[in-house]
Structures are given as C-alpha cells and as structure tokens.
C-alpha cells in the first residue's frame, strides 16, 4: 500500500478508475471475490467489471441471482469466513430489499461479538441522477447507510479519487458502502496513477479555497458547485468547495476550519430535503462553530418527492449551478 500515489498517470474516466481498482484489488489479493447482477460476463450493465472475469476467473468473479438481500447476505458469510466480498448493487435504489441484511447484520458484527470477528465487506452501487433514468434508478440514499452504525459510507467525485478510495475501501475490516455518481462515470476524465495506491477513509477535499462561503457537498454534486463557485468568482465572491469523499468517516476538522474561517455556508446534495445527510452536516456546524456563523446555514437539495424518472422535471429535481449561485448570493447578503 502507498500513501502517495504512483508519478506515471493515465487519463481515465470514472468507470474505467473502478475497473482498474476492481482489477488491482483481485490480482493482490486472492481473498477478494466479485459478484453482483450481470457483472461477469456482461461486465456490469456500465461496465465496471469489464473483462475481470474473463482474467480472474468465474471463481473470482460471478453473477448472482437478481436478489439484492441474497447478495448481501452472501457477501456477510463470505466476509465472516475471511474472505473480502466485493459486491455490486445494480442501482442504489435496489438496495431496500436488502436492509434486513443491513440493518440486522451488516454492522452489528463487530460489535455483536465484541470485536473477535470483523466484516471486510464493500458494496457498490452507482446512485443519483442527472442522465434521465428510469423510477428507482437515481436515487440516493446514503442518509439511511450513514445513519446504520458500523458501516462506513464513500461517495467520490472524481477519477483518481474513486480508485483510490476504493482499494482503501477493499482493506478496510469494516463494510464499506460505495457509492457511484451515474452521471460522472463517463463525463468526467483525468489523469489517475497507475498502480496501486489508497486515499485514506474520512479525509475530505478542498476542491478550491475561498475566504467568502463554503460550500459542502460530495459525488455529483461537486462539480455543480464547481460551476456556481465560478460564476460567484466573476462578482469578486470566493467560494471555498469542500468535497467530503467519505460521509462516515465523516472530516468534521476540514469542514469546521473552513467555516471558521468563511463564516458562510451552503450544503449541496441531491437526496429528499427532509432528514439528509445535509441535516447532519448542518447540525454539527451548529453545534460546533455557530459563533462563527455570519449567516444562516443554507441547504439546496432534492424535494421531498420520489426522483422523478425519464422527464426533464429532473433538471428542477435535482440541484444546479444557478441554484447553488442563488443559495451563495443569500449567504451573502448577511
């Protein structure tokens, strides 16, 4: 393992960062295994598993049952029996058959056996929305995993970070859900290390610095407040965006210097308004650096309302950059 990435790079898309990691992970450790619906032989329906069963093998890397609580519990015997399952969840909006697995068993390991066994598990599932998909097929719901004790939660935004994240994901001993933005797997390209490096679980992001207003967010929703912050930057405003990379860990020293120093903040997700991570996010500046506070804490987010599928009602649904402008500018005025 390698704190400090490897100096030769490729470009890479988000999903072709994955399937590098996935690749990685299976020829340095024989522990680690595969499996999911469609990820052998179809190689994943956005093909992060591209051609990894035909290399590893179809020991290593198999379809399962259309059966997310079956995939899951699987993955929990497998990790209990001192292998390190690597499962996929199709869509994050699939996993609710699974939460008796989750909620019940999943993170309750360690501590039901007071640390004599652990649960290196992950499990991947591309979330959220900005492609126009079907119902159930954009959700997010990391509040629900965030909020399950003994589960840590990843949710990358770009291609380095997500390989990184993942190999580290793979050797934690604790399960780790990983999240996958839909709509950067393919859009967003940059160099990423070759070889095998980690970044660490917990550590978030300074994506640019600003003196004016934070902006937290994390996934798809990075490059949104990307885009506000720069149009914010042309009327002489200086948006610090943070992107957290991990949820649970959660790096509440990032987020709690850079508000002591901005005074201002605006939290960016894509999930239902009511009971979001943004919540949490918000109550911890609360209770943490509200003496700093010059402002209101302000949350742009989804609606209280299924994501809505195939319409352009998504592009109201789901926060973008002149949302985020209008929550900066209300900041700002304070």
Known sequence: MT??????TRTLTMVAAINDALALALERDPDVHIFGEDVGVMGGVFRATDGLQARFGQG????TPLAEAGIVGMGIGMGLAG??????????GFLYPALDQVLSHLGRYRHRTRSRYHLPMVIRAPYGGGV???EQHADSPEAILAHT???KVVIPSTPADAKGLLLAAIEDPDPVFFFEAIKLYRSVKEEVPDGYYTI??????VVTEGDDVTVICYGGMVEVAQKAAEAARAHGIGVEVIDLRTLVPLDTDTILASVQKTGRVVIVTEAPRTGGFHSE??????????????????????????????TSIEDVYRPNPVRVAKAIRQVMAY
Do not use: M, N
């Open 3 to 8: 704190a400090t990435p490897p100096t030769k």
């Open 60 to 63: 290593r890397v198999f379809d």
């Open 83 to 92: 292998l390190k399952p690597v499962a996929e969840i199709q869509f994050a």
């Open 132 to 134: 126009h998909t079907p």
């Open 149 to 151: 004790p003994g589960v």
């Open 200 to 205: 660490p679980l917990g550590q978030a992001r």
């Open 281 to 310: 996010i918000s109550a911890t500046i609360a209770e943490e650096a509200i003496e700093f506070l010059r402002a209101p804490i302000v949350r742009v987010t989804g609606f209280d309302a299924p994501y809505p599928p195939f």
